[in-house]
């Protein structure tokens, strides 16, 4: 297995401010849109380096993504800006019409999605982002998993003409991937060659795969691990050529099963190469408070849920 | 004839007056009678779309293209149409089922043919059931239909103008049953406060929707009263006299900081006497008979062809 070390923890929404602020200075077009929550969303920088390309719109996110969708009429490139659950279910038909159908260059970048939001509870912990995005024609999907990749992310979806759906969350976690990467849109990452099981990881799940990576090294199961970052457009290639050589498949993502990065590695394999595949995920429920550790433990979202889904995949081959 | 030559107040350099009057009011009502046959013709072709509040707002939406709005053109006349629109003025229409009468009014200003109204609701049109961008039709910016939408929208547009230094104006018309929409009040919040100056909004109020009258519906109360304690100019109009559009058209440009409002008296099903006041022609298109019964009420003018 290959070594993957960290020197520093951070919150993927922190590489989020990161890129914007970036993107600040590069690209006048650029504008950044929140509905009350500019601190959340790490856009303090920005905010002061460029307030004049700054628009608050306070608590009304349906409004935020019509005056998006405005805004690339004019030539701009909006991010709009809240929490996942505020920015997909709470604005989906407004996302639907204005921005997919539409085809406008909206970047709609949520934070504190999934479990790992903690405390706020269910109300606030959305697991079907993925899923109804995706489902959006037009719509780019992105779930990067570290503060790198997902500055690197924000960064490249301002180069890319379209709507972009770019989800990443709130909990301190390793930064595992190269501060100076090239993201490619649609491109899966290559985590660890092997050749006993496919792992197929997106968001907070892959560094969790990379630990049960580590724990299967070690009994001798080397895994081919595949960060699939893009969950639309799918690395279809990528997901293809790691199963031709294991066999056998994981996935894994903070998500609801239910229209996750499994449900669309299903439809691959179904399509053009069946082959056993085990979920890690959330089984139809919503979540519920506690810490974000807590919650992923008890929702099974870990490295040795992982494990446990190899050996269960790796017995039907 | 071909009308699409008539848009000259577009403000090409600092000598032309924008504020001149280039079409006599009696060649507008000459098109507003074109667009009302066209509304018909189209909708009675496919049995269906919505004719009442198309010929409710065809007064305003010739005023608005034919005289008001400064747009670009080619050296024939001919408007040209880029998605950005920088340096033009821009509408949107919020409430999309009325998309006949903005095709119609489009094609006549010469953004695509008129013999393409014929394609309308059918398959493998760029003349969509509502208006979509999908098909590239020139005229239309934004997909519109589920309603509640175009005001923010127009929002963002008029945001992007301020932003880009450009002066030109932003308008957008909506429905009164359409005011039901929660989204619309989060707009009408955003735009005062972000001094959207360049945005005019116009309510087009005939006091019916599907169900019935708005008031039986769900009563919109005093919508000049909720606006302008938003923070809106409010102003009302006539909206099926072409002479008190325009003129409160153009009042409505003259605030630089603060958006209009302007609540359009109309009647639904203008132009047609056994549709007008009745909410049943809201969504329904006549048959033969009642559809020749309303061309006979609607003569072409001199030059004036259908489609």
């Given at each position: 297995?290959?070594?993957?070390?960290?020197?520093?923890?951070?919150?993927?929404?922190?590489?989020?401010?990161?890129?914007?602020?970036?993107?600040?200075?590069?690209?006048?077009?650029?504008?950044?849109?929140t509905?009350?929550?500019?601190?959340s969303?790490?856009?303090?920088?920005?905010?002061?380096?460029?307030?004049?390309?700054?628009?608050?719109?306070?608590?009304?996110?349906?409004?935020?993504?019509?005056?998006?969708?405005?805004?690339?009429?004019?030539?701009?490139?909006?991010?709009?800006?809240?929490?996942?659950n505020?920015?997909?279910?709470?604005?989906?038909?407004?996302?639907?019409?204005?921005?997919?159908?539409?085809?406008?260059?909206v970047?709609?970048?949520a934070?504190?999605?999934?479990?790992?939001?903690?405390?706020?509870?269910?109300?606030?912990?959305?697991l079907?982002?993925?899923?109804?995005?995706k489902?959006?024609?037009?719509?780019?999907?992105?779930?990067?998993?570290?503060?790198?990749?997902?500055?690197?992310?924000?960064?490249?979806?301002a180069?890319?003409?379209?709507?972009?759906?770019?989800?990443f969350?709130?909990?301190?976690?390793?930064v595992?991937?190269?501060?100076?990467?090239?993201?490619?849109i649609?491109?899966?990452w290559?985590?660890?060659?092997?050749?006993?099981?496919?792992?197929?990881?997106?968001?907070?799940?892959?560094?969790?795969?990379?630990?049960?990576?580590?724990?299967?090294?070690?009994?001798?199961?080397e895994?081919?691990?595949?960060?699939?970052?893009?969950?639309?457009?799918?690395?279809?290639?990528a997901i293809?050529?790691?199963?031709r050589?294991?066999g056998?498949?994981?996935?894994?993502?903070?998500?609801?099963?239910?229209?996750?990065?499994?449900?669309?590695?299903?439809?691959v394999?179904?399509?053009?190469f069946?082959?056993?595949?085990?979920?890690?995920?959330?089984?139809d429920t919503?979540?519920?408070?506690?810490?974000p550790?807590?919650?992923m433990?008890?929702?099974g979202?870990?490295a040795?849920?992982i494990?446990?889904?190899?050996?269960?995949?790796?017995?039907?081959? | 004839?071909?009308t699409?030559?008539?848009?000259?107040?577009?403000k090409?350099d600092?000598?032309?007056?924008?504020?001149?009057?280039?079409?006599?009011?009696?060649?507008?009502?000459?098109?507003?009678?074109?667009?009302?046959?066209?509304?018909?013709?189209?909708?009675?072709?496919?049995?269906?779309?919505?004719?009442?509040?198309?010929?409710?707002?065809t007064?305003?939406m010739v005023?608005?293209?034919?005289?008001?709005?400064?747009?670009?053109?080619?050296?024939?006349?001919?408007?040209?149409?880029?998605?950005?629109?920088?340096?033009?003025?821009?509408?949107?229409?919020?409430?999309?089922?009325?998309?006949?009468?903005?095709?119609?009014?489009l094609?006549?200003?010469?953004?695509?043919?008129?013999?393409?109204?014929?394609?309308?609701?059918?398959?493998?049109?760029?003349?969509?059931?509502?208006?979509?961008?999908?098909?590239?039709?020139?005229g239309?910016?934004?997909?519109?239909?589920?309603?509640?939408?175009?005001?923010?929208v127009?929002?963002?547009?008029?945001?992007?103008?301020?932003?880009?230094?450009?002066?030109?104006?932003?308008?957008?018309?909506?429905?009164d049953?359409?005011?039901?929409?929660?989204?619309?009040?989060?707009?009408?919040q955003?735009a005062?406060?972000?001094?959207?100056?360049?945005?005019?909004?116009?309510?087009?109020?005939?006091?019916?929707?599907?169900?019935?009258?708005?008031?039986?519906?769900?009563?919109?109360?005093?919508?000049?009263?909720?606006?302008r304690?938003?923070?809106?100019?409010?102003?009302?109009?006539?909206?099926?006299?072409?002479?008190?559009?325009?003129?409160?058209?153009?009042?409505?440009?003259?605030?630089?900081?603060?958006?209009?409002?302007?609540?359009?008296?109309?009647?639904?099903?203008?132009?047609?006497?056994?549709?007008?006041?009745?909410?049943?022609?809201?969504?329904?298109?006549?048959?033969?008979?009642?559809?020749?019964?309303?061309?006979n009420?609607?003569?072409?003018?001199?030059?004036?062809?259908?489609?």
């Amino acid at each position: 297995m290959k070594k993957y070390d960290y020197t520093d923890k951070k919150d993927t929404r922190s590489g989020f401010g990161a890129g914007i602020a970036e993107l600040g200075r590069s690209n006048p077009n650029v504008i950044a849109l929140t509905a009350d929550l500019a601190g959340s969303l790490k856009l303090e920088t920005f905010i002061k380096e460029y307030p004049e390309r700054f628009v608050q719109c306070g608590i009304a996110e349906a409004n935020m993504i019509g005056v998006s969708a405005g805004l690339t009429i004019g030539g701009k490139i909006p991010f709009a800006t809240t929490f996942a659950n505020f920015a997909t279910g709470r604005v989906y038909d407004q996302i639907r019409q204005s921005v997919a159908y539409s085809n406008k260059n909206v970047k709609i970048c949520a934070s504190h999605a999934g479990l790992t939001l903690g405390e706020d509870g269910a109300t606030h912990q959305i697991l079907e982002d993925l899923g109804m995005m995706k489902m959006l024609p037009n719509m780019t999907v992105i779930n990067p998993c570290d503060y790198n990749q997902t500055k690197a992310a924000t960064i490249a979806i301002a180069e890319y003409e379209g709507p972009v759906y770019l989800r990443f969350g709130r909990p301190v976690i390793p930064v595992f991937t190269p501060a100076d990467q090239k993201f490619e849109i649609g491109k899966a990452w290559h985590v660890n060659e092997g050749d006993a099981v496919s792992i197929f990881c997106t968001g907070h799940l892959v560094w969790e795969a990379i630990k049960a990576g580590e724990i299967l090294s070690e009994q001798g199961i080397e895994a081919d691990i595949v960060n699939i970052h893009t969950i639309k457009p799918l690395d279809e290639e990528a997901i293809l050529a790691s199963v031709r050589k294991t066999g056998c498949a994981v996935s894994a993502e903070e998500h609801m099963l239910n229209g996750g990065l499994g449900d669309s590695v299903a439809q691959v394999l179904a399509r053009h190469f069946p082959a056993p595949l085990e979920y890690v995920g959330v089984h139809d429920t919503f979540g519920e408070s506690g810490t974000p550790d807590q919650l992923m433990q008890k929702y099974g979202l870990t490295a040795d849920k992982i494990v446990e889904q190899v050996k269960k995949v790796m017995a039907r081959k | 004839m071909s009308t699409s030559g008539f848009n000259t107040r577009l403000k090409t350099d600092a000598d032309v007056d924008i504020r001149a009057t280039y079409m006599e009011l009696q060649q507008l009502e000459g098109i507003a009678t074109a667009v009302r046959r066209d509304i018909l013709r189209m909708v009675a072709a496919v049995n269906s779309g919505h004719p009442g509040g198309s010929l409710g707002c065809t007064d305003f939406m010739v005023a608005l293209y034919f005289d008001i709005m400064r747009r670009k053109q080619d050296g024939d006349g001919k408007p040209v149409f880029d998605m950005n629109g920088h340096d033009e003025d821009l509408f949107f229409l919020s409430n999309g089922h009325i998309s006949p009468v903005f095709y119609s009014v489009l094609a006549r200003a010469g953004y695509f043919p008129i013999s393409e109204l014929a394609t309308f609701r059918k398959l493998d049109s760029r003349l969509q059931g509502h208006p979509a961008t999908a098909e590239h039709i020139p005229g239309v910016r934004i997909a519109s239909g589920s309603l509640g939408q175009g005001l923010s929208v127009a929002c963002g547009a008029a945001y992007a103008k301020k932003l880009n230094g450009d002066d030109k104006h932003v308008y957008v018309l909506m429905g009164d049953g359409e005011q039901q929409e929660g989204q619309i009040w989060e707009a009408a919040q955003f735009a005062p406060n972000k001094k959207l100056g360049n945005l005019t909004a116009i309510i087009d109020l005939n006091h019916a929707q599907i169900d019935g009258t708005t008031q039986n519906v769900n009563d919109n109360r005093d919508l000049a009263a909720k606006y302008r304690a938003f923070g809106w100019f409010v102003d009302e109009m006539e909206g099926n006299d072409i002479s008190d559009v325009i003129r409160t058209l153009r009042k409505s440009q003259e605030n630089p900081d603060v958006p209009t409002m302007i609540l359009m008296h109309t009647e639904m099903g203008f132009g047609v006497e056994y549709m007008v006041g009745n909410y049943k022609w809201h969504g329904t298109a006549p048959n033969a008979d009642q559809l020749q019964q309303a061309l006979n009420g609607l003569p072409l003018s001199i030059g004036v062809t259908d489609y």
